[in-house]
């Protein structure tokens, strides 16, 4: 077996650049203790922000340790991510973040302060003093919360809650990644291995039917034994949204949770309503796939197999960036430069070494370059990946290039939206270029299970949300059962007559992290949705559409993101751009039912 390298072992210009944002450990020290200090500048604008003029220089002060904290923590946690085993890093990414919370805590009077002031003074101090113009959509921002601010003393009562409403949250992190332990099974090589969160992913890929339903039944059989302290442990979870939702003088919890994007309920509806309309897709899907691995009843279990056998490509890294770089040319000339400096100016760190950080991620920092980590493995996989963390790359390098410091962060909703429009595009060229029908169909395969697992999956995460948070503001008592219940229907619903929906999925509740962060997971479905839209406009309209798509890239943070959006081409306030993604979802997926009819 080939042992990983070291990683002093591996060629400079296969790592990224560190030495970009600072030369030297010495030198990040200095800025460590610089932002230390920072604390008593924080502290001093306390009480100050009586005139725009000084709320200008609150502001400026915060950005500037804002800047400074955000290449400390990227500089000290990229630098740990290279070898999880290497305590210095270890030690400085620690010092880095408590830094960090020390500085979060000092600076929690700045938002009751703004919200205090009147909001048309603010609009006056905005109009009249220069360099405030550049915080105008920060500050209307905050000024949107005053209807949902409470006098000061209920803030400061509901802000000492804060620890104890994370009580949930947590509870569920720590009984799921540290004390609940699966069952032993048998893995394809008959070994007997203990069940793990990471190992039932794998095992649900197998070619072996017996051992998929084997990790199938270990796994829900364990969260089933657990039933009722992970009901009532979610329970509360969507309880306390309530009662921060009602407290705020809110609608609904759903309401509370999208109001920070000012993403209205509409938008969430609109997206469980359309893809209510499309289910026939999915059952369609369903079918193929049952077909394509020749099972006479298809089941839970049997959703992650790849239905269509792995092409063995090896893609050297070299062709890997000449396939992004054609499959990305319609973005223009100037895209491709720019995307150029990632492969020859250090943004990628790109092979697997002793203890770096699993996955893949891009990293922005203000003022230097974004960066990517890679674990390539030359798989047609890792070149999907290498081509959606550049789509994050590029759309923070836009966003870092064209907007202030203060505007320069993107939200959630649109995050995913560049990565997957990278995705599409390649996809696209490939499909093009592909002409036998095994790889067409591995290609097709590929892009129809990202279809199933973004945007109907996390959409029947999104109902299931809906569902439960609307019972509990309407006073009813939810139980394990009832929860079991409610998300087994919905499994039906989705996947149609043509699968056996076992009775043990029906605890798959219990074991989604993201839940008891609520309200969530329908931006994936939604963001999978715009960049398909913005795609399809890309590759019919051509050039406009293309400045339109450079032009949100370089919005960044500086309008609320359903604007940013709107500017690009796509409404995600209204149906069209999912029913736009549906409609490619179904000629992709006519073309591998035909393959299988007739070439495979």
């Not at 909001?119 to 360099?131: R, S, Y």
């Not at 990632?342 to 990628?348: A, C, K, Y």
């Not at 999925?505 to 962060?517: D, G, L, S």
Request: proline share 4%; glycine share 6%; charged share 25%.
């Amino acid at each position: 077996m080939k042992q990983l390298q070291r990683r002093e072992e591996i060629a400079p210009d296969l790592k990224w650049r560190l030495e970009d944002i600072y030369p030297s450990d010495q030198e990040w020290e200095q800025d460590l203790a610089k932002l230390k200090a920072s604390k008593q500048s924080v502290l001093d604008v306390r009480g100050t922000l009586t005139s725009g003029e000084n709320l200008l220089r609150a502001l400026q002060i915060q950005d500037e340790i804002g800047l400074l904290a955000d290449r400390v923590i990227a500089y000290s946690h990229m630098r740990k991510d290279e070898d999880n085993t290497n305590s210095r890093y270890q030690a400085h990414a620690a010092q880095a973040m408590a830094v960090a919370v020390e500085l979060s805590a000092a600076r929690s009077f700045f938002l009751p302060e703004i919200l205090a002031l009147d909001p048309d003074q603010v609009k006056g101090w905005i109009q009249e003093t220069p360099g405030l113009q550049v915080y105008a959509h920060y500050l209307e921002n905050i000024l949107r919360l005053q209807p949902h601010t409470l006098p000061a003393e209920q803030e400061e009562l509901l802000a000492a809650a804060g620890e104890m409403a994370q009580a949930p949250g947590n509870i569920f992190r720590m009984f799921n990644n540290a004390d609940l332990k699966f069952p032993e099974v048998k893995n394809d090589h008959g070994e007997v291995v203990e069940l793990t969160h990471g190992r039932y992913g794998q095992l649900l890929e197998s070619q072996q039917r017996e051992v998929r339903k084997g990790a199938f039944d270990a796994l829900y059989a364990t969260y089933a034994s657990w039933k009722n302290t992970l009901g009532a442990t979610f329970v509360a979870s969507a309880k306390k949204e309530l009662y921060f939702a009602r407290a705020r003088k809110y609608r609904s919890s759903l309401e509370a949770a999208l109001y920070e994007d000012n993403v209205a309920p509409e938008v969430y509806t609109n997206l469980v309503s359309s893809i209510h309309d499309h289910l026939p897709l999915l059952h369609r899907y369903v079918r193929l796939r049952k077909k394509l691995l020749g099972l006479e009843e298809l089941h839970m279990y049997d959703l992650y197999v790849p239905m269509v056998a792995d092409q063995d490509m090896e893609i050297p890294r070299q062709e890997a960036v000449g396939m992004v770089q054609t499959g990305l040319h319609h973005l223009g000339a100037q895209y491709l430069s720019d995307l150029d400096k990632s492969f020859t100016d250090g943004w990628i760190d790109w092979l697997e070494n002793r203890g770096k950080t699993s996955g893949a991620y891009s990293w922005g920092t203000y003022g230097v370059h974004p960066y990517v980590l890679l674990n390539y493995q030359e798989t047609l996989n890792d070149v999907f990946t290498l081509a959606h963390e550049l789509g994050h790359a590029m759309h923070t390098f836009y966003s870092d290039k064209n907007q202030e410091f203060v505007n320069a962060g993107y939200t959630i909703f649109v995050a995913e939206v560049a990565s997957t429009l990278n995705e599409a595009l390649l996809m696209d060229d490939l499909l093009r270029k592909t002409k036998d029908p095994k790889k067409r169909a591995y290609l097709l395969n590929h892009f129809l299970e990202q279809y199933r697992g973004t945007v109907f999956r996390q959409t029947m995460f999104a109902e299931f949300e809906m569902i439960v948070h609307g019972k509990i503001g309407e006073g009813e008592s939810l139980t394990s059962e009832v929860l079991s219940e409610i998300y087994y229907d919905l499994n039906k619903k989705y996947y149609g007559e043509d699968i056996v929906v076992d009775e043990a999925i029906a605890m798959e509740w219990a074991r989604i992290p993201h839940f008891y962060r609520p309200f969530y997971v329908y931006k994936y479905a939604t963001g999978f949705s715009a960049a398909i839209s913005l795609s399809q406009q890309i590759l019919k309209e051509g050039e406009p559409a293309v400045q339109r798509y450079l032009e949100f890239l370089g919005g960044g943070g500086s309008d609320y993101p359903i604007n940013l959006l709107q500017k690009a081409g796509v409404d995600m306030s209204r149906p069209e751009p999912i029913v736009q993604a549906m409609g490619l979802f179904d000629e992709l997926l006519g073309e591998l039912e035909q393959l299988a009819a007739t070439e495979l």
